[in-house]
């Protein structure tokens, strides 16, 4: 049986072994930084699970106000327009010259991504680090935040016709529900 102190010795060359190995790993300059390098499925992984628990950690409280309203869904239409679609497309726009150098890659928020209210609050209002998405918080008060949650809830289901009126502001799309 190792004493403790041995363990305790093993334990601390172990870990001063790691720590000069990354410290000399970060100071060689081999990793590429770039957006047009992807990570690996590992590092991914580790990403996708940091975020989604600080998210959810973080989201879970947030008290959801009534979005059904169709004067939510315009008022974010036309934010959504100018601040949202060139990342992350719309019924109608299916690319843009921003959006292919992205990465991590946006999503097509016309494609359903957002079903969780709380989570989409938090994310426009704080962003995410490491990624391009802003915090909109930063510009925009929470009420706007929660007219574009309203707003991008309702993309899946909208026409390309229907998202043109809604981002020029157009009130004759009031019957849009999200
Ligand atoms: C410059 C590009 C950019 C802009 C502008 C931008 N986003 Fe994002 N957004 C991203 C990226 C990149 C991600 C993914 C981040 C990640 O995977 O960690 C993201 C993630 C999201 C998500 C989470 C989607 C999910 O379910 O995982 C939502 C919701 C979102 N953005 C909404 C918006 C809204 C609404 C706006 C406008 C007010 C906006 N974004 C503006 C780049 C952008």
């Known amino acids: 049986m190792p ?24 100071g060689s300059g081999v990793y590429n930084i770039g957006a047009d390098d992807h990570h690996t499925a590992v590092v991914l992984a580790i990403i996708k699970r940091l975020r989604e628990r600080s998210i959810a950690v973080r989201s879970s409280a947030i008290a959801v106000p009534e979005l059904d309203d169709a004067a939510h869904v315009e008022a974010g239409g036309t934010r959504y327009a100018a601040h949202c679609v060139g990342c992350h497309l719309a019924p109608g726009v299916s690319k843009s010259d921003l959006r292919p150098g992205l990465y991590p890659h946006p999503p097509d928020l016309a494609q359903g991504e957002v079903v969780n209210a709380q ?60």
């Open 3 to 26: 004493s403790v102190a041995k363990v305790g010795i093993v334990v601390a060359s172990t870990l001063l072994v790691l720590a000069i190995g990354a410290v000399t790993f970060i």
């Open 119 to 178: 989570r989409a609050f938090w994310i426009i209002k704080h962003g995410i680090k490491m990624s391009a998405m802003p915090a909109w918080g930063k510009s925009l008060d929470d009420a706007t935040i929660w007219d574009i949650v309203a707003f991008v809830r309702g993309l899946p289901a909208m026409t390309p016709e229907q998202y043109r009126r809604l981002a020029q502001g157009s009130r004759e799309s009031s019957t849009i529900e999200p």
